[in-house]
């Protein structure tokens, strides 16, 4: 790598390329090296790739959140400015670049990782060649949501399997976005799937709208909203109770696996959106019922598995080439996760794998206090 080059290309904060490359970890892809950031550092984004030949691929950048609907949005938002509003839909994000040794393109995670899964989706679902002739300097940034990945199962209503969504279009070395306008469309031209858009307001409606946006997805558990200024530039996101309530049943599924920060943060959503939202006694208890539901059920059938000896962790199902599951599997076990195979079967002409992330350290820890162990508080 050009390290001079590569440094002043990323514009960071960084006074020299020593104190940024420092933070970058050293991974193959292909046979390829390629540095990766794992986590933001001066201010490059998570995620950030450069490849053998010195291209960028820019991390996706981190959204903040609002607690408080109401003034988080009047004080995030300019009072002349257009809001926004995309649903904010529930799997996991991707980034597609034409990049790399190999003539299709690729697919990178949040992490930076290529997975072989994810790349083999986008390419199925989106009809690439086209766009990237046309923009071999952009990026998609997409989700992919649906009950086969390897990343998350949230259902949608008409996802079977797995689909795509492209929420963002960007420069994908300097990271500049396109404004929501042009990328939808731009994705319509190109036939890309896009998320829901509720509208286009004035800051002083979005409270409101928002609101009414919020208890619909709610009823159709489905995950929130990203508020966005036109240029794409700012966005901010805000979530459902049925959201919250998800997130620590799966926290309390595997309590000794996702920290405490994880759990703190969802049950401090759920009490700014009370507070604000609930407008009876009697709405507040129910939600109260069903926080508490959320996080001592799934944490007891956690426990009683575990003492039963089964195996705890994150299930999911994936679908598509024997070959593509075989480097699905490889790629997961390359990142030090233990992978259970629970079923391996044809249907429909395609591979389906049924595996298990086995949660070790909640298996670990709750069966030492199941034996008697004490705990340190
Ligand atoms: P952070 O944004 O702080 O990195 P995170 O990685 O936990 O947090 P989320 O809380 O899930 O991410 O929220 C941000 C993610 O939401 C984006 O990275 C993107 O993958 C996803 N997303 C889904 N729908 C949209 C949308 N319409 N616009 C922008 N992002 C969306």
Redesign the pocket.
Known sequence: MDERACFERLDSTASDPAGLFEHFEQRTVGGETVYVLPDSRHGVE?GTVILGDDAIVRG??????VLALDAGVTSFFETDETVVA?????????RVAAVGGSDEPLAFT?GGYVCPYTTAKARELLDLGPFFENHPKKML???LIGPETPYSTHDYDGVDSYAI?V??VRDRESGDPFSVSGRRDLCERYGFP???LFGRYEPTEVPEQIHAVIDDLDDAER?G??M?TADSES?V?Y?TESQHHDELAYAFSLPFDLGRDFVFSRITREAFQAAEFDESEERLRERAHDLGESILLPAVETIRDVDAGETVGERHRVRGDADELDALLEHLRDQSLTIEVEADYREKGHRVVEFCKVAESTIDRVQYYLDGGTYDE
Do not use: H, W
């Open positions: 998570r996706y950048p981190s959204i903040p959140r995309e649903e904010k839909l529930d799997g996991f994000n991707v949040r940034c997409a989700e969504r929420f963002d896009q998320p829901r995950e909203v990203v966005k966005m996101k979530t």
